[in-house]
């Protein structure tokens, strides 16, 4: 594959939020963070909203009761796009190392982080990701971003430049993230009943990044987001979180849930490309990160998606005269690029394949 492939995008170059936060003092929030946001607070009374599902790995693998857990994980690809896995065999060794190293890298001084920013025209290092305006409003956040899987697309500045411990956490942790969404994919080809070799054909050789987020505490957090509604335009999304703040909400019904990640939990969400693969069926949910005022929020995504060579669309054997295609077909390398070149902006983007 030629190498300017893997160049999904880029984005504009923007203050470093970790270091403006420190200089930010009471109510003196820059104005490009400031989002008149009618839709910040969370109107419900929470005590009545359902938490997320949780699934339970071990369940779908135990014949006693794996079919009534493979029903409530296709319930909850339907009618949430997200869920809590419990169960979920990871040696929690590499979890926790995995943590302890992303927590070590966004407290190195800002020069050695500044190491692996990203570079011109390229969306993969230490930066933001999406802003394409001088205008836009920004995100009260940082981020790493990497390829990791398949290793030749790995960029020779950025994994090979790190600390051999974080490489060492990040290479264990990617083995195992890829073996766990491949399980997690196959058993949805089996709830769907899909041709599982479909699933396989996509995902089995695809690609795998991550995005480790910092979000640092802000004076006013209603003022200003972490991460804006979106969608992720993925297949598979593996969120991870890194410390105990929370801050993660989903869109259901038209209402803000607050995610409360379980201790040693994943928190799974279905991507774009799975809503297109299963026509519609599965389906992405818009979400976003809130900040807070007393400290830090850590996490990491780890996405899988199809092969960048392979072309993207509804399974075939999901299809029918009694169910059509709903989305159009496209190679997986331009599907990437028309996202990258965007703003991130609630389902927008996979609103433009539908037919």
């Known amino acids: 594959m030629e190498p300017n492939l893997t160049k999904l995008g880029s984005s504009l170059k923007v203050p470093i939020v970790q270091e403006l ?4 003092i009471s109510g003196t929030i820059p104005p490009r963070y400031v989002r008149p946001d009618p839709d910040h607070l969370i109107h419900s009374d929470l005590s009545s909203v359902p938490g997320i599902p949780i699934i339970s790995m071990q369940n779908l693998f135990d014949k006693d009761s794996m079919d009534s857990e493979l029903d409530k994980l296709h319930n909850a690809c339907q009618e949430w796009g997200f869920f809590q896995l419990i169960n979920h065999g990871v040696e929690s060794e590499v979890v926790e190392k995995m943590k302890f190293e992303i927590q070590e890298f966004f407290n190195l001084p800002i020069e050695e982080k ?5 570079e011109t025209g390229d969306v993969e290092g230490y930066g933001q990701a999406f802003v ?3 205008e836009q409003k920004l995100d009260w956040a940082d981020l790493f971003f990497i390829l990791t899987l398949p290793t030749y697309l790995r960029k020779p500045h950025l994994i090979p430049k790190l600390p051999a411990s974080f490489r060492v956490a990040i290479e264990a942790y ?18 769907l009943h899909m041709k599982d070799e479909e699933m396989r054909m996509l995902f089995e050789e695809g690609m795998q990044s991550m995005r480790m987020n910092y979000y640092p505490p802000c ?7 972490g991460l804006c509604p979106h969608s992720d335009a993925v297949g598979l999304t593996i969120l991870l979180q890194i410390n105990e703040m929370e801050g993660l909400q989903i869109k259901k019904d038209g209402t803000w849930i607050p995610v409360v990640p379980l201790p040693s939990a994943f928190v799974i969400n279905i991507g774009d490309i799975l809503e297109v693969v299963t026509n519609g069926t599965y389906r992405s949910i818009e979400h976003r ?3 807070n005022s007393e400290k830090e929020r850590l996490s990491i995504a780890t996405f899988l998606s199809p092969k960048l060579d392979g072309d993207l669309g509804p399974a075939p054997s999901l299809m029918s005269p ?5 989305f159009k077909n496209i190679g997986v390398a331009d599907y990437f690029k028309g996202y990258f070149s965007k703003k991130l902006d609630g389902k ?8």
């Open 132 to 134: 394409v305006s001088e």
């Open 322 to 326: 009694e169910s059509p295609a709903k």
């Open 289 to 291: 990160a809130t900040v």
């Open 114 to 118: 500044n190491k692996f920013s990203q």
């Open 174 to 191: 990617a083995t195992e993230m890829k073996i766990l969404a491949m399980k997690i994919l196959n058993q949805m080809a089996k709830a």
């Open 219 to 225: 004076p006013q957090p209603e003022l200003v987001i």
């Open 21 to 24: 936060a420190k200089k930010t």
């Open 348 to 355: 927008s983007y996979i609103d433009s394949m539908r037919i």
